[in-house]
């Protein structure tokens, strides 16, 4: 089946500092990859949309320039949040699709604190 | 707007059936998803369904009815392990997924 890795599963930052989110479609060509945000107990909030090769979506009060999307490849979208803040903190989870009909795969997440 | 609605919480007994429903208003259909997520990790693909009818896989089977803007998701012999939340996802006609709020299905022994 499709597999999705996420670096790293888990990081602690210091409040001010960038943090760099990878996420890889090990097994298959990519066409889009999604990230999402999910706090505790709630549900996947989507943030961006992004196409290999092109500028990423972003969702209505997320904020482009804090929340850097790169997909450079059709394997591989990185997240980078800048300056982050403890409200930053969360579950970040990216997925992959093939083509538009296709299920999202997930990657494993990554939950971040900042301290 | 787009809107998806699934019960919050449910409670089963372990070893009986469940059924989670889920209800859409969506701009266009293009397939819904059932997905499971356990605490503390990324959701797992359970189903999809395009067409009307019954899909069945294993112990889990999803039904569709586009006209009335309706999925549930059956659970059938239930184990502990399934205690889990169940997120009901729509592609609108933008093949947008559209999420619900996910029904966190508590098992008992």
New interface residues.
Partial sequence: GAVVSQHPSWVICKSGTSVKIECRSLDFQATTMFWYRQFPKQSLMLMATSNEGSKATYEQGVEKDKFLINHASLTLSTLTVTSAHPEDSSFYICSARLAEYNEQFFGPGTRLTVL | GQNIDQPTEMTATEGAIVQINCTYQTSGF??L?W?QQHA??????LS?NVLDGLEEKGRFSSFLSRSKGYSYLLLKELQMKDSASY?CAV?DSN???I????TKLIIKP
């Fill in positions: 293009n397939g998803f997905y503390g990790e990324a959701p797992t693909f999809y997120l592609t093949y947008q997924l999420w619900g709020a996910g």
